[in-house]
C-alpha cells in the first residue's frame, strides 16, 4: 500500500522547501499544481533533478484557483482545460502516470444554468479522455463535498459527466461525508475508483481533519475497497496532521 501527503499549504512556498520534510515521513507526494508549486511554470530540467533527487514517488492533482472546466465562458473554459492539459503533458516527464482533476463549479452569479454548467463539465471530461489516451496517463476525476456551486458531488451527477468516457474517479472518502454518499460512491464506481484522498470530518463540512478525529468509520469504509491497490492519498490542513494520520491509517490498513 502507498500511503502519500498532499497540502494545499505547500503551494504558499517554493517546491524545495517542502520535498525534504515530506521524503522523511512519507514514500509518496501528490503535488498540488498551483501557486508556487504550478509545475507548468517550472524549468524542466531543475523540476526532474529536484523531484529525482528523493526516494519520493508523485501523483499531480490539478490547478483549481480560478480554473473551471465548466465555465459558461468559453475562453475561460479553454484557458481552464489549457491549464490543465498542461500537467497532463508534463506528466510523463516526471514519471506521473495519476493526475487528479475536480469537474468545475457552477456560476457564483447567476442561477438556471446549472444543468448548462454540468453538460459543459460532460464536454471537457472528452477532451481530458483523448489527452489522457494520447499521453498514456490516467486521469481521476474528483467528487466533490457538499458545497452548492460544486459540480460532481453526488454519485450520480459525476457518472453523468465521465460517461462515454475511460476516465477514472478519484473516491474522496471526506467530500463524500458531507454529503452522505459514501456508500454510493463504492457501489456505483467500484473498480473505476483508481485514487483516493483520505481525510476526516463530522458530515457537516468540509473539514479536513485528522483521520480519527471525525466520524467517518475508515475501517468499514476502507475494507470495502477491496481489491483497490492505489494510492491512499491524505488531505491535511497541516504537515503534522498528515504525519497523525498516516499512522493511524497505516494502522487501519495493516488490520484489514
Known sequence: MTIGVSCTAFSAEDLGEWIGP????????????????????????????????????????????????????????????????????LAPELGVDVLTVHPGIHSLAIRGLEERSVELAAESMKVLDKAAEEYGVTLAIENMPSMPYFIGRTAEELEHIIEGTGLGVCFDVGHANTIGQIDEMVNRFGGRIVHMHVHDNMGDRDAHMTIGDGNIRFGEVLGRMSPYDGCYIIESKTFESAVTSRVRLGSILGSL
Open 22 to 89: 515530506i521524503s522523511e515521513e512519507f514514500d509518496h507526494w501528490e503535488i498540488f499544481s498551483d501557486g508556487r508549486h504550478h509545475l507548468a511554470d517550472m524549468g524542466r530540467r531543475e523540476l526532474k533533478d529536484l523531484l529525482s533527487s528523493y526516494d519520493l514517488t508523485y501523483t499531480i492533482h490539478t490547478a483549481i484557483a480560478d480554473v473551471n472546466i465548466a465555465s459558461l465562458n468559453d475562453r475561460m473554459r479553454k484557458a481552464s482545460l489549457d491549464t490543465v492539459l498542461e500537467d497532463v503533458a
